[in-house]
């Protein structure tokens, strides 16, 4: 995700909405992130959660999800996954 600041939206807003037509832009004052800066396609497929990605609290998380995470950790805590992934 692209950065930029305040000053930089207010300089070159056409170069900034540009990039924030392909993918959503942080938009940073006094360097900490403030805004987002997104096409209203993209608001609207996440308003309308047509985007799949989600995340979850681990306490909230779906018992399926929860059967491949502590699937995966206990793979990763037999030492297997890390050298066969290149």
């Given at each position: 995700m692209r950065q930029f600041t305040t000053?930089?939206?207010?300089?070159?807003?056409g170069d900034?909405?540009?990039?924030?037509?392909?993918?959503?832009?942080?938009?940073t004052k006094h360097r900490k992130?403030?805004?987002?800066?997104?096409?209203y396609e993209h608001?609207?497929?996440m308003r309308i959660g047509g985007d799949p990605?989600?995340?979850?609290h681990v306490s909230e998380m779906p018992e399926e999800h929860t059967?491949?995470?502590?699937?995966e950790i206990d793979r990763l805590a037999r030492?297997?996954?890390y050298d066969d992934e290149r």
């Amino acid at each position: 995700m692209r950065q930029f600041t305040t000053g930089d939206l207010n300089k070159q807003v056409g170069d900034v909405t540009d990039v924030a037509s392909r993918e959503p832009v942080i938009l940073t004052k006094h360097r900490k992130p403030r805004f987002v800066l997104m096409s209203y396609e993209h608001y609207e497929r996440m308003r309308i959660g047509g985007d799949p990605r989600r995340a979850y609290h681990v306490s909230e998380m779906p018992e399926e999800h929860t059967e491949l995470f502590a699937a995966e950790i206990d793979r990763l805590a037999r030492g297997e996954g890390y050298d066969d992934e290149r």
